[in-house]
């Protein structure tokens, strides 16, 4: 297990030392200067900010410096949010979006999970096919467009809730649905497929045999052993989820990490939008090392090192 | 008489019977082959079936979508912005919204204010002329405790009455018939084209790797295992932000992080394949490495490629939109899906209309795929053969 975690970790550093070399050097490539836009400045004011910026300093030097300021946490100045350091705006923005992100997981998972439970024991029946209509739809539909039905209809027809507003919780009512149905379908479907073959198995025609009763059997034999493989999918849940927010963010005005981003696309802020991206790159894979490992603790058939068998 | 004639029948009419073995009640169904089962269990398939008609109704859609109104993708003209959708013959039926009206609740603590607030909303310059209004509540004199509910003849208003935008306007005037086919063609070009280049790229690396084995597969391997850790939006966005946004570049961005799924799966069910005996009889007949793939292997492997290209269009799909959403995609003028949401969400709550079409094809577009590609699977799965 040991070896199995140092060599994910070892993994885990290659992949963010590529991501951050890439996309220095994109940001060096890419057309165009922070100070473009600033027409007005004299040649020796561009200098002076471009000194100041170390930005004339030979590209391997800038490199160096940005791998040692990556690794004391420091993602450089935004040239556009009032020059504040971008390891700045992004703490100031992570709670909203771990807050709905949070949210959107738990709740989809828990409803997931009873919709494919209802969908297994009702095998075929009327609430399996529904559950596997929602299923369906859940996976297919953009998360952005069921959000623009969910303000349609919750907030612009019916005004339960404010169309675009942040600071109270019931804010977070609409933004967590949206982004909550395509996990809530995800674990559905996969909880439903596990446990129409667990019920068929036969240590359930045991277990009947015995005269469990079926709630009994279904929770305790057939439940428990259908959870397990859902752990595996919560790793591209989660990662769903943090792609949905970016937009979700955007059309419910959460002041998060995507609606940054998004904002720094349009205004073209490098050094935020390398930021951003970094911070989602190690919030991805450092949620996928841990379901992973995870999943080798809760099954030990897992472990693909066979160092401790 | 005629048993006469019966009893007189020559005798070299009659031929013996040659004796079979008695096969009337053995158990048997008739042979297919597995492509006859595969499209016997997909044509069975009524929800694949009705998701097929409709992709290929939306893929002639369009095709000839936008050459069915005069208007072009770019035709701007602000003195007609923002119409609500106006189509002949279903404009009769009201309740379909294809009237060329806008309707709206509005309160005021008269009538006359509330109706003053629809007029100021919709049409100030002809005072209300061309709103017809509905008193819902008469109101006591309170804070918005009366209701009317305006409808405004905006083609009247603007002496259009003739003139037919069968989905409305855009922002710019611009027909939302023509651009929503428009853009849908470049969704679709764009995500059949990634899925095309997923798949070429996906089943040659895991081909290669599969096939060769040793040392090439291992090392490929390992690539593939450093691509697999970086976040596909992550580069997605990476390259979008470096190249010139538009359709070329959609689809590089897409293909170069999509066919990391198809070489993993292409790879395994080589490696399962070609270690099985009637490989190990082609190869001892002396049959060359292009021709063991090319008439061994790859027939074996087509059903899952082809499963896993139809689950990649989708996903493309929702990339592009998603890209072009957030400002990453398509150039204006021309559309996308992703786009025309975009623009949508700008004017949901005045102008629904133009969120609520594109929202639809798209949804259409993403269910039909996935349920199609769910038949599919099920059509190459031999365990759902009946």
Not at chain 2, 117 to 137: H, P, T, W
Request: net charge positive; hydrophobic share 50%.
């Amino acid at each position: 297990m040991a070896r199995y975690i140092l060599r994910r970790l070892g993994y885990m550093i290659v992949t963010l030392f590529i991501i951050a070399t890439l996309s220095f050097f994109l940001m060096k490539m890419l057309p165009g200067s922070p100070l473009n836009a600033e027409d007005k400045l004299s040649e020796e004011q561009k200098a002076i900010v471009l000194e100041k910026y170390g930005l004339n300093d030979p590209v391997p030097v800038q490199y160096v410096r940005y791998l040692t300021g990556l690794v004391q946490g420091d993602l450089g100045i935004s040239f556009k949010f009032d020059n504040t350091p971008v390891t700045q705006i992004l703490m100031d923005r992570i709670g909203p979006s771990a807050l709905v992100g949070f949210q959107a997981m738990v709740i989809g998972t828990i409803l997931g999970i009873a919709l494919g439970l209802i969908a297994a024991v009702f095998h075929n029946g009327f609430l399996d096919y529904t559950s596997t209509i929602i299923a369906v739809l859940g996976t297919s539909i953009p998360s952005f467009v069921f959000a623009g039905l969910l303000q349609y209809v919750f907030a612009v027809e019916l005004g339960w809730f404010p169309v675009a507003l942040w600071g109270e919780p019931e804010h977070t009512i609409l933004p967590t649905i949206a982004l909550a149905i395509t996990p809530l379908a995800t674990a559905a479907r996969f909880i439903r497929t596990e446990m129409v073959d667990v019920l068929g198995s036969n240590y359930m025609l045991t277990a009947k045999a015995k005269g469990i009763s079926q709630a009994g059997r279904v929770w305790k034999h057939g439940f428990r052993n259908a959870l397990i493989p859902l752990v595996t999918v919560i790793g591209p849940m989660a990662v769903n989820i943090m792609t949905g927010s970016m937009v979700i963010e955007q059309i419910f005005a959460i002041p998060g990490i995507g609606e940054q981003f998004v904002s720094s696309v349009l205004v073209n802020d490098y050094p935020t939008i390398m930021g951003t991206t970094l911070l989602y790159a190690f919030a991805f894979i450092v949620i996928i090392l841990i379901v992973d490992l995870l999943y080798g603790l809760i099954d030990p058939r897992i472990r693909v090192t066979g160092g401790n068998k | 008489m005629e048993n006469n004639n019966l009893n007189n029948l020559p005798k070299d009419l009659f031929k013996p019977l040659v004796r079979k073995e008695d096969t009337s009640e053995t158990i048997s169904k008739p042979s297919r082959t597995f492509g006859q089962e595969a499209k016997r269990t997909f044509f069975k398939n009524k929800p694949a079936l009705i998701s097929l008609m409709l992709l290929v109704i939306i893929i002639i859609m369009s095709i000839v979508g936008p050459h069915m109104t005069e208007y072009g993708n770019d035709d701007q003209n602000l003195s007609r912005a923002k119409l609500p959708p106006h189509a002949p013959v279903l404009e009769k039926i009201s309740w379909l919204g294809f009237d060329g009206t806008l309707t709206d609740d509005f309160k005021g603590s008269t009538v006359e204010e509330a109706k003053r607030k629809a007029i100021l909303r919709f049409d100030k310059e002809n005072k209300g002329k061309f709103i017809d209004f509905k008193v819902k509540s008469k109101g006591n004199g309170e804070r918005n405790s009366a209701k009317v509910e305006a409808t405004y003849h905006v083609y009247e208003a603007k002496g259009m009455g003739d003139q037919y935008f069968w989905l409305g306007t855009d922002h710019l005037g611009r027909d939302q018939w023509t651009r929503l086919w428009l853009g849908t063609r470049v969704s679709l070009i764009i995500a059949f084209v990634a899925a095309l280049l997923d798949l070429l790229i996906g089943v040659a690396y895991g081909g290669i790797s599969g096939f060769f084995g040793g040392k090439v597969d291992n090392y490929m391997q390992r690539v593939i295992e450093i691509l697999v850790g970086i976040p596909n939006l992550v580069i997605i966005l990476l390259m979008m932000l470096f190249m010139q946004p538009g359709i070329m570049s959609i689809v590089i961005a897409l293909a170069i992080t999509g066919w990391t799924g198809m070489a993993r799966i292409v790879r395994g069910e080589v490696m399962k394949v070609k270690n099985q005996e009637f490989v190990l009889a082609a190869r001892t007949l002396g049959t060359s490495n292009g021709s063991i793939i090319r008439k061994h292997l790859l027939p074996n492997i087509m059903g899952i490629i082809i499963v896993n290209t139809m689950f990649s269009i989708p996903s493309a799909v929702f990339f592009e939109a998603f890209l072009s959403f957030i400002g990453l995609g398509i150039v204006p003028p021309k559309a996308s899906l992703g786009s025309l949401i975009n623009i949508g969400f700008q004017n949901l709550r005045i102008y629904p209309h133009l969120l609520v079409y594109p929202a639809i094809l798209i949804s259409l577009i993403m269910i039909t795929f996935n349920i199609l590609g769910d038949g599919l699977r099920d059509a190459f799965d031999p365990k759902m053969h009946k």
